[in-house]
């Protein structure tokens, strides 16, 4: 019987190859996929974002800690869908139209992926019409958007009027995230909640979704 | 004292002690510009704003690009890897060069000896040479591999599991680098500006120990090598580097940049830690009021960058990153001219 507690360790230890040989061992014991996801992957990787937080771990430990939760899901993800296991839902993401950065953005989407969300990443200087389109072709319950400048900033804050003159702001929840942004401007622009890095969106895209 | 050349300025300030005046200089984007000298070159407009360096980087003004799509403007950089421009114009990195340590063995290095490379800097020397400091960027060893030779994800990845793979890329990018500042030297240059964020606005990228291992030793090498030829360096990062600012700082950096005033680095108590050994060089916010405040506002901004920072020299006051698109005429105006008022050595600010 594998002990799902190690494969959390691994996971924290971004042990690439113990998180995959755990799995495969825990599947050929029949233990429920579903199980090994919310019971040694995912609590590895919120331990991971708590040890970002706290100072101890920085992006190469988050990186490969990303790894190890990736190449675990590849195994779960061909009977994830048959046991009807929790999956958070589509989440569309993209940094803000003039602004170039996606390193942030691209932890939030590992975070994200790591704790059971299908995400589409739109890159980097994303304008509003793109923004839209998206929201209005796919079927995403969470819209993130990342700004890096506080010149860029504002074009947060048009995307959010664009999605409502096309009658598409209620379709998907809207989270905004980057260095200058505060809680106090996501909503005064109008946006359902803020995330100041990567550990921290995954909490709050759960808790948007009602899954925290 | 006499009115000391801007080149001098920089110079004396870089060295810790104090010029005639602060002294200024900065990129300045097109936009702000021409709201200021519509239709000046940027170096007519360093001439009217009498700034006391020009500064340009490698990324735009010395690395070749090769169309790869026109409607997508997607190019390919002289590493082999993918740019995508922007609305703003900035060439992005949307795929590395190098996939795989194996894609090392076979690699083929830029000629940094290409003479088309030094063509800007050349004009610069025969139109500023002794009076403005030439000021050119050098892309850090971190952020060149971090961003166009092994990309964010790779770079990170091999931190943890393939550390010969990271050594063998920066002894690649070395190679380059210390051809290109040879050149650089030979032809006139008086100040490298290194340029590559080790910080987010929270913390440092990687931890302290990764610091040490892998960013500040190939930094020490450019360092070392633009001091045997008797030039300066300054060093720019943004975000938040008190718990590493003492590695730069042991490299050899005679600047350092911007003390990001966003990642709460405090420019007073920058000069209280360590403004002893590195010329500050900073920070008057392009966040915040160059962006969106008064005249007024950013001229009472850049006094206090003075007061906290200016004592004894060692001070070059500068916007915290860059005169960007989206900084107010005006207001860069206001604070070079603040910096003209208050600045004055000695100083009368307390």
């Given amino acids: 019987m594998v002990n799902l507690e190690e494969l959390s360790q691994a996971v924290i230890a971004g042990d690439i190859d113990a998180a995959s040989e755990l799995t495969e061992k825990a599947l050929a014991t029949s233990v429920p996929a579903s199980e090994i996801l919310n019971k040694g992957l995912v609590p590895g990787l919120q331990k991971v974002g708590d040890l970002f937080e706290a100072g101890e771990y920085f992006l190469p430990e988050l990186i490969v800690s990303g790894d190890a939760v990736s190449q675990a899901l590849e195994l779960l993800a061909p009977l994830l869908g048959k046991e009807d296991a929790p999956y958070m839902g589509k989440y569309l993401i993209g940094t803000v139209q003039g602004d170039v950065h996606d390193l942030g953005k691209n932890i939030v989407i590992m975070m994200l992926q790591g704790n059971g969300w299908e995400v589409t990443d739109l890159g980097v200087d994303v304008s509003s019409e793109e923004f839209c389109a998206a929201v209005d072709q796919g079927d995403f319950q969470i819209l993130g958007m990342s700004s890096l400048l506080t010149m860029t900033m504002p074009n947060a804050a048009s995307t959010i009027e664009a999605l409502k003159m096309a009658g598409l702001r209620d379709k998907v929840k809207i989270m905004v995230g980057g260095a200058p942004t505060t809680p106090e401007w996501a909503e005064k622009i109008g946006a359902d909640a803020h995330a100041k890095d990567g550990p921290t969106a995954a909490k709050v895209a759960a808790a948007l979704r009602g899954k925290s | ?350």
Avoid at chain 2, 295 to 323: D, F, H, P, W, Y
Wanted: one cysteine or more; charged letters at 30%.
């Fill in chain 2, 1 to 350: 004292m006499r009115k000391l050349t801007g080149l001098e300025r920089v110079l004396t300030a870089l060295k810790l002690q104090e010029p005639d005046v602060v002294p200024h200089f900065e990129r300045v984007a097109k936009k702000v510009r021409e709201g200021i000298l519509p239709g000046a070159s940027e170096e007519d407009f360093v001439e009217y704003m009498d700034l006391d360096g020009i500064r340009f980087i490698d990324r735009t003004h010395s690395w070749s690009y090769e169309t790869v799509d026109e409607n997508k403007r997607i190019k390919r950089d002289q590493w082999g890897g993918l740019v995508r421009y922007t609305t703003e114009d900035n060439p992005v990195p949307i795929e590395p060069a190098i996939k795989s340590e194996r894609d090392l063995d076979t690699y083929v290095l830029p000629d940094p000896d290409e003479e088309w490379r030094y063509e800007y800097l050349k004009q610069m020397v025969k139109r500023f040479k002794g009076e403005r400091a030439i000021v050119v960027g050098v892309t850090d060893i971190f952020a060149l591999g971090r961003e166009n030779f092994l990309g964010d994800i790779g770079y990170f990845r091999a931190m943890v599991k393939n550390p010969d793979f990271i050594n063998r890329a920066n002894d690649i990018l070395l190679n380059y680098q210390l051809r290109y500042m040879k050149n650089c030297i030979d032809l006139g240059t008086d100040i490298f500006w290194i340029n590559g964020d080790w910080a987010m606005t929270e913390k440092p990228m990687v931890s302290r120990e990764f610091t040490q291992r892998f960013l500040g030793p190939p930094f020490q090498k450019l360092v070392e090598y633009a001091h045997s030829r008797g030039v300066p360096c300054i060093k720019h990062t943004d975000g938040n580097i008190w718990p590493i600012y003492d590695i730069i700082i042991k490299a050899g950096a005679d600047g350092l940049h911007p003390i990001d005033p966003m990642a709460g680095m405090d420019i007073g108590e920058a000069k209280a830690k360590f403004g002893d050994k590195v010329c500050l060089c900073g920070n008057v916010s392009c966040a915040f009021s160059l962006v969106s405040g008064t005249v007024e506002e950013v001229r009472q901004e850049t006094k206090e960058v003075i007061r906290k920072a200016g004592k004894g020299g060692g001070l070059i006051c500068m916007s915290s990153n860059s005169i960007h698109s989206g900084v107010k005429p005006e207001n860069y105006v206001a604070m070079v001219k603040a910096i003209r008022e208050f600045g004055q050595y000695p100083l009368s600010l307390d």
